[in-house]
């Protein structure tokens, strides 16, 4: 991977190293040995410098016409759609996802740059009549600011821009640190955005660890917003951070998401989206599928077909078109997936397949896991209740409804959740009593569009929404503006 950009931050429109003069490396999950390149290894005085050269460039930017920023998003969605395969090939080498995933991330990131960009020729503002007929009563929507960036692996495309693209059109700045785990498309998506043109200063990248640049960008003076996707744990500690300084700060994090299979569903199609939202890119999604909980007599036939399909699912890298399972993301990440797997059964879990690391050939150079179906799991085990984040889903029975329903909200997390039911009275009152931000009805927990919010309930978020028109509230501050005639 050369190129004269990959090892340096970009900070006011300048490829610059970090001034701590040390590198650290990202490596390919399903080849250890293949080093995606070397990255700076910045700290909070590279992060404060990025902060100072946001600032910078916050009067112009959040001054222009928000249809000129629009125009910017619109020339990056062109630039990703025209270099499509060279940023899925990235994404499948650095985070390991399967390389049809990976065509449909740089797929999404193009529709967020499409629709946010034509949202900026979108009214952000009302006119409202007053009790003074000689009065102009109006709200205008105005940048917050300069806005902190701290996104995942997951996602390494796609997250970031989905996150930038409505800061940017409603006029902020912004300063991007990518997970420490997939810092190279963080450089891509700062050379895309080199390559439209946008202003110096107006979107800058840093990388880095989390304790080092994570923590300088969410305690900088200089910034007004954060938005945050990861671990409970860590945005809790951002949103304690924030909340003392009075900053914004927008928090998307775990989730244990559950589908409810009810006795009349379609048991072919619920089995197949169940293990599709379970055990594709091996489970590493927020909103995967992490508990099926099964209500009567059906859950035999359910469980059946489940094990019988998480079976067939082809385990490899990404690269290989043919692949579901791939490496998760390191080795850390692997044995606590194996751990949480032995605690299931510890717990009184029986694993019906997988459970342990696929070994021989190439699995041996990677970070692989088998794909684990676990029954005779209770509504309070730890695998029922914890967000594990790998290809593992427990089974649980339910006696009706109302059981179901009770077991899918007792956890601390409530993200996205779904049925399988061709009862539209079911349907609905599952829509109405669940807690979680995505609802889906015969659909996989996993997978969600630009055009509406997205989002968490519980500890799964801190309460407002991403993508779609909700986004303007985060990204900008209301005016209410008075205008009253002269006197003369």
């Not at 490396?25 to 080849?31: G, M």
């Not at 989905?162 to 991007?176: C, D, E, H, R, S």
């Not at 061709?422 to 969600?448: P, S, W, Y």
Request: charged share 15%.
């Amino acid at each position: 991977m050369a190129g004269r950009n990959l090892n340096l931050n970009y900070v006011g429109g300048q490829w610059i190293p970090a001034s701590t003069g040390k590198i650290s490396q990202s490596i390919n999950p399903a080849d250890l040995n293949d080093v995606v390149g070397d990255f700076q290894a910045s700290n909070a005085a590279d992060a404060e410098g990025a902060v100072g050269a946001a600032a910078d460039a916050l009067r112009v930017w959040g001054s222009m016409s928000a249809l000129a920023r629009g125009g910017h998003l619109l020339a990056a969605a062109d630039y990703l759609n025209q270099n499509t395969e060279r940023y899925a090939q990235a994404i499948t080498r650095e985070c390991g996802k399967a390389i049809v995933e990976a065509r449909g991330e740089v797929g999404r990131a193009v529709a967020l740059l499409q629709y946010f960009g034509v949202e900026g020729s979108n009214p952000v503002g009302d006119v409202v009549p007053s009790v003074d007929p000689n009065i102009l009563l109006y709200t205008k929507r105005v940048p917050t600011g300069v806005v902190s960036l701290i996104t995942p692996w997951n996602f390494p495309l796609a997250i970031p821009i989905w996150k930038m693209a409505p800061a940017l059109v409603y006029g902020n700045t912004i300063v991007l640190k990518p997970a420490s785990a997939t810092p190279y498309l963080g450089v891509l998506i700062a050379e895309m955005w080199e390559a439209v043109g946008l202003p110096p200063g107006v979107f800058n990248l840093v990388t880095g660890s989390g304790g080092a640049v994570g923590d300088a960008l969410v305690g900088s003076d200089g910034v007004a917003a954060v938005s945050f996707t990861g671990s409970t744990p860590i945005g809790m500690g951002i949103a304690a951070s924030a909340a003392s300084r009075g900053v914004k700060f927008q928090l998307e994090m775990g989730g244990k998401n559950p589908v409810i299979v009810m006795p009349d569903a379609d048991l072919e199609q619920a089995a197949q989206v169940t293990v599709d939202g379970a055990m594709k890119y091996s489970g590493q999604k927020c909103t995967a599928t992490s508990r099926a909980i099964v209500i009567g007599n059906v859950i035999e036939d359910f469980t059946n077909l489940v094990v019988e399909k998480t079976e067939a699912l082809a385990i490899g890298p990404g690269a290989d078109a043919d692949s579901v399972v791939v490496p998760v993301i390191d080795e850390a990440s692997r044995q606590n997936i194996v751990a949480s797997v032995e605690r299931g059964v510890s717990d009184g879990g029986n694993v019906l397949t997988g459970g342990g690391v696929p070994s021989g050939g190439s699995y041996d150079g990677g970070t692989y896991v088998e794909p684990t179906v676990l029954s005779k799991v209770s509504p309070n085990d730890f695998v029922a209740c914890e967000e594990i984040f790998g290809p593992v889903l427990g089974i649980i029975p339910a006696a009706d409804i109302d059981d179901a329903i009770g077991i899918a909200n007792d956890v601390r997390y409530g993200l996205s959740a779904g049925i399988f039911t061709r009862n539209l009275n079911a349907a609905m009152q599952f829509a109405d009593r669940i807690e979680a931000g995505i609802v889906k009805v015969n659909g996989e927990t996993a997978g969600v569009e630009p055009q509406v919010p997205f989002g968490g309930m519980k500890s799964s978020s801190s309460g407002s929404r991403e993508q779609g028109k909700a986004a303007i509230e985060f990204f900008t501050e209301t005016k209410t503006i008075y205008v009253n005639q002269s006197a003369s």
